[in-house]
């Protein structure tokens, strides 16, 4: 430890500009992650914030929202056997406000139950963003394919499908407006409730979540750049290591001629590592966390305690393992030959 800590006051230089780099990369990597989570909750909010269960769609349906149609029959039995089950709709739309200006939105609407807000006829309960956009409760809100009028009821907090604003709306509305008579999708909440249903295919909420349109695309782009960050990082510390050992191969000699383990060398390294990324990480996320507080009402920017943790634990290891990597060399110096090598 000691020898460690006199190290990096002789190279202050070469420590910071590691201790930069890792801070830079990492700060990157966590905004990444918090607009992954932000797009994330943007795009599916609705069905993320549902328990776990299973999602049933119409075969025929390929596994596209608009195209199922859950038989009446069927959704009777199902609502029947399973207390907890419910059957919904969801189909993008737009609402006509008090100044006849057309505001987008994902109208949903199902059976009664705890999971979706239910309201009467005439009646519409919207997201929160919508009070940004001027609409207050007790406002009338209008459809063209909608024959009478919706009155705003209440507001919502984070409820997003496909980038747009939920608003719920009764299934009699619904129908009306969308000229069908069944219901696209039947859900059954419950870890263990996976059940063979003759003619719909079931989902996880994982794998309904990827039915979405844009939502697998968007979210593996975005994961892909954050691992390509920590893959990054962990090259800049197996390179930074390795550097420095090839230039310290005298002194490694000179230290194992008077006894020093190898072991005691690696635990050197391990602790520059260490000190260099707690700071550099500990600075990256007060900083993520200050862009958290500061970001844009309007940007989708989500980044949890939970994240933030795992995304810190896995660039500690990745720095343990690239500074280990680039150790290796040290238990191949022989003392006598790296003496008469000299340090460089």
């Known amino acids: 430890m000691n020898i460690a800590w006199k190290e990096i006051k002789k190279n202050k230089v070469r420590f910071l500009i590691l201790g930069s780099i890792v801070f830079l990369v990492s700060l990157l990597t966590f905004i990444i992650s918090g607009l992954a989570n932000g797009l994330s909750q943007d795009n599916a909010a609705l069905i993320k914030d549902l328990p776990e269960g299973q999602f049933y769609m119409t075969k025929d349906a390929d596994q596209t929202i608009n195209l199922s149609r859950i038989d009446n029959g069927v959704q009777d039995k199902i609502l029947n056997k399973q207390k907890e089950a419910v059957a919904f709709s969801i189909q993008m739309g737009f609402l006509n406000d008090s100044d006849d200006k057309q505001q987008s939105v994902a109208f949903v609407t199902s059976t009664v139950s705890k999971l979706f807000t239910n309201v009467k006829k005439g009646e519409i309960v919207l997201d929160r963003s919508m009070e940004d956009k001027g609409i207050k409760v007790g406002d009338t809100l209008t459809n063209n394919q909608y024959s009478g009028t919706f009155l705003v009821k209440g507001f919502v907090n984070q409820k997003k499908f496909s980038h747009a604003p939920v608003a719920y709306i009764n299934m009699a509305d619904y129908k009306e407006i969308y000229r069908v008579d069944a219901m696209q999708m039947a859900f059954i909440p419950g870890e263990d409730t996976t059940k063979v249903i003759d003619g719909l295919e079931s989902f996880t909420k994982k794998q309904f979540l990827k039915t979405i349109p844009s939502y697998s695309a968007e979210q593996m782009s975005l994961n892909m750049i954050v691992w390509f960050l ?78 933030t943790v795992q995304l810190s634990v896995v660039f500690l ?24 090598q000299g340090e460089v």
């Open 230 to 307: 920590v893959v990054i990082s962990g090259m800049l510390f197996t390179i930074f290591f390795y550097m420095m050992n090839v230039q310290k191969i005298g002194l490694y000699g000179i230290l194992k001629a008077i006894g020093v383990k190898t072991s005691t060398l690696f635990k050197m390294m391990w602790t520059q590592m260490v000190f260099i990324t707690v700071i550099a990480l500990g600075l990256s996320v007060a900083l993520s966390r200050v862009f958290n507080m500061i970001a844009p009402k309007g940007m989708p920017f989500s980044l949890t305690t939970t994240t």
């Open 317 to 340: 290891i990745i720095g343990f393992i690239g500074a280990t990597l680039s150790g290796l060399q040290i238990k191949k110096v022989e003392p006598l030959q790296a003496i008469q």
